[in-house]
């Protein structure tokens, strides 16, 4: 499991609203890698659509997701890539810490 201690990416020009989409979808990623059912993919890619309302070009994505791997060790590039290629749970294993 990944350590409690850390951030989440969220910038300062974000509402209210868009905080807590954007952390619905970040606590999504983690539960793939920590619930022990996963979580379902169709649920996953609903959270990822509505995030990338808020974050919608591709090179803001990519430093969000390397800041959330840095902080948790979970990747949303590597997430999401298991949810479009399967259906039903999405259950990733171990974190990308050493």
Sequence with gaps: M??????YPLRADWTTSEIVTVTTFYQ????????SQGVQAVELIAAYREFQTIVPQKFEEKNI???FE???GYSIYRTMKQARQQDGQVKMKGTTRS
Excluded: I
């Excluded at 990944?2 to 951030?7: G, K, L, P, S, T």
């Excluded at 999504?28 to 619930?35: G, K, P, T």
């Design 2 to 7: 990944a350590e409690e201690d850390y951030a």
């Design 28 to 35: 999504l990623v983690e539960a793939a890698y920590e619930r």
């Design 70 to 72: 840095e902080a948790s």
């Design 65 to 67: 997701d390397q800041e």
